[in-house]
């Protein structure tokens, strides 16, 4: 238990709030969102698979396409993917690079094409596909001269009527741990309660002074996805398909966050790190179908289900290191003392279980063919943001209630549905090599009223492929843009927190091949 101490200084107290390294919408919107998906072909035309078919691609994008089959097909791929983000915080700019490698399809198709003598004959399909990888790196710092994340924690414990003996009752001395941030700046002597009510307001050692801040963020993990599906094709001519989809979300996000007290004389600065750990599964249904036209044009459209995730695990914790540089106090005992080393402080670790609905996705497309010199091809893909849902069972009753209707209400609020809109062409230079590209723009999903950044993602691809009687290879370069912000903490007055705006971009390379038999 922290001994209650009394400053030789005066303090000053801001009126701030606390938030922390995310929240329930927003992890809702990272494990909803995709980009373009598939083989490196169909990731080379920007994505835009609905309409064309006969590709692997087409067991997530349009089951419909296993009807265009007539052989059987092994795929596979490889990624490299690099990540850049360059942000500016506080008039000062940064940059962060991660980069990764890993496999974004896997799988085979079945075509029973050639064992069919009536009006209908189909393909199955099965396979491993990545549909989003979370890599985010984050850089950011400054000087702040109007705040520092230890309002946040002041502002919490005044908002709940906080004392210092109520403080210390969320400290457990025998694992020492902390329930809340609060508490944890109280135990390591960051904040102190009023010297005359014992409570509220809380207020720092010192006064605010300029504070150089410096943080970082690292996201990695993917969501991924085990894909059983089925084509039909019916004279040749109309295309029905659905599929399963078993989705897998493993995810990890660690901060760290310091402030350094530029002139300080009493508590020079701290360091507050925080890590959430998220897996869950899901299952999804989807269903589409192909209308061929004419030889030289078909149509599409292909709907999917939300992802039903029962069981989205997290376990969060936190560690709060100060250091101090000398506190003059008055002990237990009524003699001067200075506290010159305090212990860094863990919060106690928080598993919880929830589970997430993902938004639907409706999209429609054409494909073009110039007879075999090449074609053009188009999708566009409506995106139900605004419909993503959280609740928990393990809260149950009012409390799970209160969880929906916070974090729902949040959702509705924050984001709406989107537009995905992808183009891409192929044009045969030989017999045996093609040459492609692509466009797309993937709308933000975001409600105007969140704020003024524009964070629709565009994306611009390329690529060429060599094909053979019995086996192909593609080669693909793909780069996204997009804007984005992170704010490190917020408080009452907005005046007085800043969040950095974000530029990233990510760079991906595809090198993918198949074999047909």
């Given at each position: 238990?922290?001994?209650?101490?009394?400053?030789?200084?005066?303090?000053?107290?801001?009126?701030?709030?606390?938030?922390?390294?995310?929240?329930?919408?927003?992890?809702?919107?990272?494990?909803?969102?995709?980009?373009?998906?598939?083989?490196?072909?169909?990731?080379?035309?920007?994505?835009?698979?609905?309409?064309?078919?006969?590709?692997?691609?087409?067991?997530?994008?349009?089951?419909?396409?296993?009807?265009?089959?007539?052989?059987?097909?092994?795929?596979?791929s490889l990624a490299y993917t690099g990540v850049q983000t360059k942000s500016t915080y506080l008039s000062t700019s940064?940059?962060?690079?991660?980069?990764?490698?890993?496999?974004?399809?896997?799988?085979?198709?079945?075509?029973?094409?050639?064992?069919?003598?009536?009006?209908?004959?189909?393909?199955?399909?099965?396979?491993?596909?990545?549909?989003?990888?979370?890599?985010?790196?984050?850089?950011?710092?400054?000087?702040?001269?109007?705040?520092?994340?230890?309002?946040?924690?002041?502002?919490?414990?005044?908002?709940?009527?906080?004392?210092?003996?109520?403080?210390?009752?969320?400290?457990?001395?025998?694992?020492?741990?902390?329930?809340?941030?609060?508490?944890?700046?109280?135990?390591?002597?960051?904040?102190?309660?009023?010297?005359?009510?014992?409570?509220?307001?809380?207020?720092?050692?010192?006064?605010?002074?300029?504070?150089?801040?410096?943080?970082?963020?690292?996201?990695?993990?993917?969501?991924?996805?085990?894909?059983?599906?089925?084509?039909?094709?019916?004279?040749?001519?109309?295309?029905?398909?659905?599929?399963?989809?078993?989705?897998?979300?493993?995810?990890?996000?660690?901060?760290?966050?310091?402030?350094?007290?530029?002139?300080?004389?009493?508590?020079?600065?701290?360091?507050?790190?925080?890590?959430?750990?998220?897996?869950?599964?899901?299952?999804?249904?989807?269903?589409?179908?192909?209308?061929?036209?004419?030889?030289?044009?078909?149509?599409?459209?292909?709907?999917?289900?939300?992802?039903?995730?029962?069981?989205?695990?997290?376990?969060?914790?936190?560690?709060?290191?100060?250091?101090?540089?000398?506190?003059?106090?008055?002990?237990?005992?009524?003699?001067?003392?200075?506290?010159?080393?305090?212990?860094?402080?863990?919060?106690?670790?928080?598993?919880?279980?929830?589970?997430?609905?993902?938004?639907?996705?409706?999209?429609?497309?054409?494909?073009?063919?110039?007879?075999?010199?090449?074609?053009?091809?188009?999708?566009?893909?409506?995106?139900?943001?605004?419909?993503?849902?959280?609740?928990?069972?393990?809260?149950?009753?009012?409390?799970?209630?209160?969880?929906?209707?916070?974090?729902?209400?949040?959702?509705?609020?924050?984001?709406?549905?989107?537009?995905?809109?992808?183009?891409?062409?192929?044009?045969?230079?030989?017999?045996?090599?093609?040459?492609?590209?692509?466009?797309?723009?993937?709308?933000?999903?975001?409600?105007?009223?969140?704020?003024?950044?524009?964070?629709?993602?565009?994306?611009?691809?390329?690529?060429?492929?060599?094909?053979?009687?019995?086996?192909?290879?593609?080669?693909?370069?793909?780069?996204?843009?997009?804007?984005?912000?992170?704010?490190?903490?917020?408080?009452?007055?907005?005046?007085?927190?800043?969040?950095?705006?974000?530029?990233?971009?990510?760079?991906?390379?595809?090198?993918?091949?198949?074999?047909?038999?």
């Open positions: 238990m922290k001994k209650a101490i009394y400053l030789f200084f005066s303090v000053f107290t801001l009126n701030t709030a606390v938030a922390q390294i995310y929240t329930y919408p927003s992890l809702a919107k990272q494990f909803s969102t995709s980009y373009s998906l598939g083989t490196a072909r169909m990731q080379a035309l920007g994505g835009a698979n609905t309409a064309l078919g006969a590709d692997l691609s087409s067991i997530t994008g349009n089951p419909a396409g296993l009807g265009l089959y007539t052989r059987s097909e092994v795929n596979m940064n940059e962060a690079s991660e980069n990764q490698i890993q496999m974004p399809t896997l799988g085979m198709v079945i075509s029973s094409n050639n064992l069919s003598g009536g009006d209908w004959h189909g393909s199955l399909g099965f396979g491993y596909s990545r549909q989003a990888i979370f890599i985010q790196p984050i850089h950011i710092s400054g000087t702040n001269n109007r705040s520092s994340l230890l309002d946040n924690f002041i502002e919490k414990a005044n908002d709940k009527g906080a004392t210092g003996a109520s403080l210390d009752d969320e400290y457990d001395s025998y694992s020492g741990t902390a329930s809340s941030a609060e508490a944890l700046a109280y135990q390591t002597y960051l904040i102190n309660p009023n010297a005359t009510s014992g409570g509220a307001p809380f207020e720092r050692f010192q006064p605010l002074l300029p504070t150089n801040q410096y943080g970082s963020a690292t996201n990695t993990g993917a969501l991924t996805s085990w894909d059983f599906a089925y084509g039909a094709s019916y004279r040749d001519k109309f295309y029905l398909g659905a599929a399963m989809h078993f989705s897998k979300i493993t995810a990890s996000s660690s901060t760290t966050w310091e402030d350094e007290f530029v002139g300080a004389k009493y508590v020079a600065g701290f360091q507050y790190a925080e890590t959430l750990l998220t897996s869950g599964s899901g299952i999804a249904i989807s269903l589409g179908g192909i209308y061929k036209v004419n030889p030289s044009l078909r149509l599409s459209l292909a709907f999917r289900s939300p992802t039903y995730y029962d069981q989205m695990n997290e376990t969060y914790d936190a560690r709060l290191s100060p250091n101090v540089i000398g506190i003059p106090a008055i002990g237990s005992s009524g003699n001067p003392i200075t506290i010159t080393k305090v212990n860094p402080m863990r919060l106690t670790t928080n598993e919880f279980t929830y589970q997430l609905l993902s938004p639907m996705k409706v999209s429609g497309g054409f494909a073009f063919f110039f007879s075999k010199k090449g074609f053009l091809t188009a999708d566009v893909e409506y995106v139900g943001y605004g419909g993503m849902k959280v609740y928990s069972a393990e809260l149950g009753g009012s409390a799970n209630q209160a969880f929906q209707t916070k974090y729902n209400g949040q959702i509705s609020r924050n984001f709406e549905g989107a537009l995905n809109i992808k183009v891409g062409s192929e044009i045969r230079i030989a017999p045996s090599l093609s040459i492609r590209g692509g466009a797309a723009m993937f709308g933000s999903g975001y409600a105007p009223s969140y704020d003024t950044i524009d964070r629709n993602a565009f994306q611009f691809s390329g690529g060429i492929g060599y094909r053979k009687s019995n086996f192909y290879l593609d080669l693909t370069a793909i780069q996204r843009t997009q804007k984005d912000a992170y704010t490190p903490y917020t408080l009452k007055n907005a005046a007085d927190y800043s969040s950095a705006t974000l530029s990233l971009t990510s760079t991906q390379f595809m090198l993918g091949g198949g074999i047909y038999f």
